[in-house]
Every structure is written in structure tokens, then in C-alpha cells.
């Protein structure tokens, strides 16, 4: 059965994003506007099967919307974890259930990458590539921090610790510090060794949104969970409704493969030695110059 047609629909604008790698890539996200409804629709199935619930013109909201719509409470001075958007979250609904929250938002795991492998940063933190999807379109390649529950510290300028074009986190602490209830909302979930998704055949886990109890007991956090496949089902699975096209990211440029590189330089430098060993009639036989 479809998903009733008449929740209420908020207009937000999304503001235009930009984020980078070094030596992967730097994205763009144009402002564009949506109608979301501030509440989730439950449907305790997988992400593949809640798609069947969505009306026609509607589709998920992405990890990069669900991050715009809590950047505006934070940078507006209020704390995204009373927000009434994010209430069914916090089970502060009729039923009193806890909302697990698909999004269009995936990751992947490149090949070659498989089996937990990282890099280290230059801080000694390990970061794992992922390529991001939106719904089954790969639209990018991003680097992971680690998850476990860290935090994902507060900053005033969130491009420092999140990605907010894709809506993950860039950094992630266990230092003291951040752990403060204070000094941040959010807490970042990640696997680094995903089981392969039954219907997609590659290495794919949901971003995923929701809330829990983490190191105290006066208060729960917002999480963001990439560990999990989109073919699990949960009893508080659910999503937002959003009605509104999703612009196309812009891609400045993107990683080179080494092997790719010193592929073209053994080439040139073959070619080098043609040019010095071999006649001009020889050389062009061979290269058709």
C-alpha cells in the first residue's frame, strides 16, 4: 500500500555545499529547494522494500538534506536534538517508537579496498574510501572516518568535520573533550568490512539516521550509521518524504589511479626509446606517426 499523499509538506532550501579530498576530489552542491514532511513514515521493512511505500513524486530524503536541515537548527543557535523535525528519532511521537531512518544515501567499497583496508591521514587516523551513492548512482568518492560511536565534534565551520554535500562526516574523536554531551550532538557509526548486498552484488552499506544513549544518561544523541545493508530489515525503519529533484553534484576532479599514472609513464618512456634507437621509418611503422 502506498503512503497517504496528504503528510504535511515543509518547503527548505538547501544551501549550495562544497566539499574536498585531497588527492581524491572536490564537489559542489548548487542550493536547490524541497518539500519535505517533518514526520518519518514507518514501515519496519528493509530500504528496498520501503521504497515501495513512497507515493508517486516522492522519494527518500539523502543524508546531505537530513545534514542541511540540522546545520540550520545548529547554525541558527539551537540544538538539533529538540528539534521537532527530528522527534520521531527521539521517540517523542504518539506510539512512542524509535525511528531508524533510511536515506537515498549509500556507501561502497571500491575494489581493491575490500576487507577493511585504509589509509592513514597525517594525523595517524585511519580514513577508509568509499564511493557514494545516491540511490543506485554513484556520484562521487569520499574518505571515511571511523565510526564505533565516536563523535563527530562540534565546529562552527561544518565544512571542518562533515561533508556537506554527501552528509557524512569527515572527522570523527574519542578524545575527552568532544565526548562532552556539550560539545557535541551527533555520533558516527561505520563498518569498515561490509558483508555484500544480496541485490546489488557489491560491497554497499545505507547512511542511516536515528538516536541512542551513548556514555550518559540525561540525554540521547542524533547518529549516523553506516554499517548496515539496505536489505536488513528493522522495526523502526523508516524515511522522510521529499518531493523535489536532487541537482547533479559537480565534480572539480577525482582521484588517479597510481597504477593508471606509471602505466603512461613506462609508455612515454618506451616511446622515448624508440624515438632515440629506431629509424624515422621504423618509428612511424610502429606508432603511425
Excluded at 95 to 106: H, L, P, V
Excluded at 196 to 201: E, H, I, L, P, Q
Excluded at 250 to 276: C, L, Q
Aim: charged share 30%.
Amino acid at each position: 500500500m502506498k503512503t497517504p499523499t496528504t503528510l504535511e509538506l515543509l518547503e527548505f532550501n538547501v544551501l549550495p555545499a562544497s566539499s574536498s579530498y585531497e588527492g581524491i576530489g572536490e564537489y559542489s552542491l548548487p542550493g536547490y529547494q524541497i518539500n519535505f514532511s517533518p514526520k518519518l513514515t514507518r514501515t519496519c521493512k528493509n530500504h528496498y522494500d520501503s521504497m515501495e511505500e513512497l507515493p508517486e513524486g516522492s522519494r527518500y530524503s539523502t543524508a546531505g538534506e537530513e545534514l542541511a536541515i540540522q546545520l540550520k537548527e545548529e547554525t541558527e543557535g539551537r540544538d538539533p536534538r529538540k528539534a521537532s523535525v527530528f522527534d520521531d528519532l527521539f521517540a517523542r511521537n504518539k506510539d512512542k517508537w524509535y525511528a531508524w531512518q533510511w536515506t537515498e544515501t549509500g556507501l561502497r567499497v571500491p575494489k581493491g579496498w575490500e576487507n577493511g583496508r585504509y589509509e592513514t591521514d597525517e594525523t595517524g587516523d585511519k580514513k577508509y574510501p568509499r564511493i557514494v551513492l545516491i540511490g543506485d548512482e554513484e556520484v562521487g568518492e569520499v574518505l571515511v572516518p571511523e565510526g564505533n560511536g565516536r563523535v563527530i565534534p562540534y565546529s562552527s565551520v561544518p565544512e571542518e568535520v562533515w561533508s556537506t554535500v554527501f552528509g557524512i562526516p569527515k572527522v570523527t574523536s574519542d578524545k575527552e573533550s568532544d565526548m562532552k554531551l556539550d560539545n557535541h550532538t551527533t555520533h558516527f557509526y561505520f563498518d569498515p568490512n561490509p558483508s555484500k548486498d544480496s541485490v546489488s552484488g557489491e560491497y554497499d552499506v545505507a547512511v542511516a539516521r536515528g538516536s541512542l544513549w551513548h556514555r550518559v544518561v540525561r540525554e540521547r544523541c542524533l547518529f549516523v550509521d553506516a554499517g548496515y545493508v539496505r536489505w536488513y530489515a528493522y522495526s523502526g525503519g523508516s524515511f522522510r518524504q521529499v518531493q523535489g529533484s536532487l541537482p547533479e553534484i559537480n565534480t572539480v576532479f577525482e582521484r588517479i589511479d597510481p597504477e593508471a599514472v606509471e602505466a603512461v609513464k613506462a609508455r612515454t618512456t618506451s616511446i622515448d626509446d624508440d624515438a632515440a634507437n629506431l629509424t624515422a621509418r621504423q618509428f612511424k611503422e610502429k606508432y603511425g606517426a
